[in-house]
């Protein structure tokens, strides 16, 4: 440097040929850099037993060519604003200018650098996680992870962009902590629900696919788990949306979870005076039969009650998958049925018992 003033003096044409060798060497240690990391980098990664490094190198590969560009231009324009003579304002003013859309892109690039890096880690650990233990945790939690993290990065990134024009970023935490505190009063409910839905996301109480049993005492299959709402679809193709915070709060069946078995029962009655043993013969063998039913463990029928003119039996079985517990009821209760008529077994009717006795004899 101090040769290129000797032979140029220190006047503009110096600062011009310093700007232009500082773009140059940029370029070049970008060009280095991207060749390094080619050729040397990608031998290191390729040894490595993961492959999340060979993915994040092939991230910054395609960004270290804007990077040099960014940082050489921004390099360049600040060695050429010390050329500027102290009395031509409009030079200066017009290079501070540029300095300032050139830093802000060199912020911007870096930024799209990390969240690219930010989210496609995350990713592949969640992934990693999900292989490892069979769940479904990243189809739920990755979304809102990655919108946090993405918040975080341009939130740091806006303050480091205001630190560099001179801002005073204390005062503008002091303004956002306020106005936070100002929103969080005024959006209780939804900051309640916004908890209540990580809260799911990471206590897990049922999947995206598990049927439910909500609070209110409706049944359905649950489509999508949000931030905000978790929406629900019942048996008559019917979207119903429930705030998480009432979820989280409220007493949830999940049939889904931890297996998808599930008890079959059909209630029935007989007269009093039937043959128990071969009712329960009949209804067992009934049961077996039916190849949705479980061997293991296997089916009963008890006594669960004596009604006013009938003896009150439960059949009590197992299925593998909760879905076909409604139809297995209907075909055992249809079958039951059936067997009863050819087998000359009545069901329960109601019963009344009336005496009649002679009026009294009243003189008149």
Known sequence: MEALRTYFGNGMLFHAVSAFLMFVAAMALGWIAKRLLSTLGRRIAAKT????????????????????????????TEQLSRAADAADLTAQQWLGYAQGVIFVCFV????????????????????????RTSSKLNEAILPLLNRLITILIVLISVITILHHFGQDVSSLVVSLGVGSLAIALAAQETIANMIGGFVIMTDRPFRVGDRIKLPTGEIGDVQEIGIRSTRVLDF????????????????????????EHIRVFVELSVPYGTDIDRVRAIILNIAGEHPDVLKSPPSSVSVVGFGESSLNLLLNARTGDYRKKFPIETTLREQIYKTFLQEKIPIALPERVVHLTSPLNVTP
């Open 236 to 259: 008559d193709n019917n979207l119903m949306v429930f705030p998480n915070a009432e979820l989280i709060k409220g007493k949830i069946v999940n049939y889904s979870y931890p297996s």
């Open 108 to 131: 911007a690039v870096v930024t799209v650098l990390f969240i690219r890096i930010a989210d496609t880690s995350v990713k592949y650990f969640m992934e990693r996680h999900a292989r």
């Open 49 to 76: 037993a993961s492959d999340l490094d060979d993915i994040l190198l092939e991230i910054v590969l395609d960004r270290i060519k804007w990077i040099a560009v960014v940082a050489g231009v921004y390099l360049a």
